[in-house]
């Protein structure tokens, strides 16, 4: 039996099409899976509603071990299972796999491990069709690239062509397979046809990143109330535990439909760009989305964000620019355009931080000297994950083309180059930041107790912090901390978050491009902390993180404009990947309290604000009886999550962030 029949016998297409034809390129093999995959998939059940697909997708209904996977291209879902329908099926897909080199022995994938979340060209599929996506790729010249594109694009009309004969079996509304006939394949003529278009191309991605939607459906938008259809499209996304959508700055009535449909809903993540003079009803369509506790839209600074971006990318077009949008979480992306490593690997600070402090605070003079020397360990330690990261990626680029992304982000036809190996107009990484303000707050307690006040040698000031001592932590307390609008530790965090940055600048990313720092701890702040030993901080062994880039929960005890002066203090727009702060504001307060905050605190240099306003009495509630409260959302890092989807931990961390 060959390779092919073995794997078409344990019933299991994907792998069956990777080695169809085993000697064929990279590219052929990823396409001949993705079609053999589509040929036999699960199709996801039809709810009724306005759209179809709907409901879970076909990457995840299945009782597949191996399917593709939006940003890996494949995935062992049940390696276990694998193994007992054919140990040399298994064995096979584990080489496979291992053709890209795995880092995740570094320690520091915090938030992630060569992610990349991306944007397809929605306004150009609209536009085009995929008929002018099939003249592109027949006008190529012959050669594997051709291929494996014509096979993705056989694929796509398999699983297009099995979504309309099942459609017409469940009874489904005359209009909803009409549309579905054309569409993707032709322009659209109304609202309801391109949402029918994009909720089929979205579902054949994976289920990733929507795009900024009242840009897009613009030019075909006839004033109709498209409310409901955006709800349905917007239950999709949230089945699938998808991700982002960004909207403005050019405020219309899809914009506001966009946050009236997200009411009560924690996905997509809905980013609004934020102008100074956004109209007033615009704020009370933000503020009522945000009442109903679902955290929705997280609020962005654009005039920052686009003078940011021409200074740091001064050769891309102002037109390119002004494709702004936020992928997966939050990271900073241009729709359409770019290949962003999206978490691509994430910096444990506090851990590094502690290494060093443990190891060499009682070798040091001087702060400056400590701080210096601390520095010189985290280059060191940075520069090993991005050399470590970048193997990854380029082996990535050798080994796991991504044929839908190629065939759908610009401009990978033109380039004849794969998604991964750089053939999209922009190509950039993201380097996660794990625990920066623990390590501010603790520079703060250590500069302070040990080398200014000096009450403690090293040795004694590590060993009381790790026994808990009670005389010492009060010590610690006492300290300057960030998040009051102090100015001597807000310019120690300003000095850290310049020094940190830098330090990204010693690689640049393959297979081009640069890398940028986001802070985006989502829910790893958790886990990222349990294997730090105490913290001068106040950390105890094993305690979270810090979740933002605010304060330490409970130290904020100044006032939230007094936070964000703090947070306004670090050089955020450095942070173009996103800086992200959370707060908690009440619900009764929004009205008065949120639009000034957010402008005054944009004006003094913020990049962006989420607001989460449940009270602590809802969220107790909700622990006590969740079955009661499953649409409670919180913002949790860069998204929105039902509270009660989350551990107990997490829980716990978000009921502690300070109420204003």
Request: aromatic share 12%.
């Amino acid at each position: 039996m060959n390779n092919y029949d073995l794997f078409i016998s344990i019933n299991e297409p994907f792998g069956a099409g990777l080695f169809e034809r085993e000697n064929a390129s990279q590219s052929i093999r990823y396409a001949l899976a993705l079609k053999r995959f589509f040929e036999q998939t699960k199709l996801p059940k039809y709810n009724g509603g306005l759209l179809y697909p709907s409901g879970e997708n076909s990457y995840d209904i299945n009782d597949y071990c191996i399917r593709p996977q939006y940003t890996r291209a494949v995935e062992i879902t049940r390696a276990n299972v694998l193994r007992q329908k054919s140990e040399q099926a298994y064995k096979l897909i584990v080489d496979e796999l291992g053709k890209v080199e795995n880092f995740s022995d570094t320690l520091h994938c915090v938030g992630g491990h060569g992610f990349t979340h991306t944007f397809l060209n929605y306004s150009r599929i609209f536009k085009d069709g995929l008929n002018g996506y099939i003249k592109r790729v027949d006008a190529l010249p012959d050669g594997d690239f051709k291929e494996s594109l014509q096979i993705t694009l056989e694929a796509i009309k398999i699983y297009h062509s099995r979504c309309l004969e099942y459609l017409k079996t469940q009874n489904a509304p005359q209009k909803l397979i009409d549309a579905l006939t054309k569409m993707p394949y032709e322009t659209p003529t109304n609202t309801y046809e391109a949402m029918v278009s994009q909720n089929f191309i979205f579902y054949v991605d994976g289920c990733d990143d929507i795009g900024p939607l009242d840009k897009n459906l613009l030019p075909y938008y006839k004033g109709e109330d498209i409310v409901p259809l955006l709800k349905d499209f917007f239950k999709n996304v949230d089945d699938n535990n998808s991700w982002s959508g960004t909207l403005g700055p050019e405020y219309n009535e899809i914009t506001r439909a966009c946050l009236r449909a997200v009411h009560n809903i924690r996905r997509p993540n809905l980013q609004l760009l934020i102008t100074k003079d956004m109209p007033s009803w615009m704020w009370e369509e933000v503020i009522s989305s945000i009442a109903t506790g679902n955290g929705q839209p997280s609020l962005y600074n654009y005039e920052l964000y686009m003078k940011s971006l021409k200074d740091t990318m001064p050769s891309v077009p102002i037109e390119d620019i002004k494709r702004l949008a936020f992928g997966g979480c939050t990271e900073t992306m241009f729709e359409g355009l770019s290949a962003v490593g999206s978490d691509d690997a994430g910096i444990n600070v506090a851990l590094i931080f502690s290494n060093y402090m443990r190891a060499n605070l009682d070798k040091h003079q001087s702060y400056d000297e400590f701080y210096n020397g601390f520095i010189n360990y985290l280059y060191s330690e940075i520069a090993y994950v991005l050399v470590r990261l970048n193997n990854h990626r380029r082996t990535r680029a050798i080994n796991r083309p991504m044929l839908i992304r190629t065939l759908l982000v610009d401009d990978c036809i033109d380039n004849q180059l794969d998604f991964n190996q750089g053939g999209t107009r922009y190509v950039w990484s993201e380097i996660n930041m794990a625990g920066t303000i623990n390590v501010i707050d603790s520079l703060s307690v250590i500069r302070t107790l040990i080398f200014e006040q000096k009450q403690y040698n090293a040795n004694e000031f590590i060993s009381k912090m790790d026994e808990r001592n009670p005389e010492f932590l009060a010590k610690a307390k006492k300290c300057p901390s960030f998040g009051n609008n102090n100015d001597i530790v807000d310019s120690l965090g300003a000095q850290f978050m310049n020094d940190l940055i830098d330090a990204f600048k010693q690689r640049k990313c393959y297979p081009r491009g640069e890398f940028y720092p986001v802070s985006n701890q989502f829910v790893t702040y958790v886990d990222a902390g349990k294997g730090i030993p105490a913290t001068p901080d106040g950390r105890a062994y094993g305690d979270p993180l810090c979740d933002c880039l605010g304060a330490i929960h409970g130290n904020d005890n100044k006032g939230s404009t007094a936070l964000l002066n703090s947070v306004a203090s670090l050089p955020l727009y450095r942070i173009i990947g996103t800086p992200i702060v959370n707060i908690r504001i009440s619900r009764k307060n929004l009205p008065t309290v949120l639009k000034p905050l957010t402008l005054g605190f944009f004006e003094k240099g913020g990049m962006q604000l989420q607001v989460t306003c449940l009270s602590k009495e809802e969220m107790l509630k909700a622990q006590q009886k969740p079955e009661e409260y499953k649409s409670l959302a919180v913002r949790i890092g860069g998204y929105s999550e039902y509270f009660v989807r989350l551990s107990p931990e997490l829980q716990q961390t978000v009921i502690d962030r300070t109420e204003y």
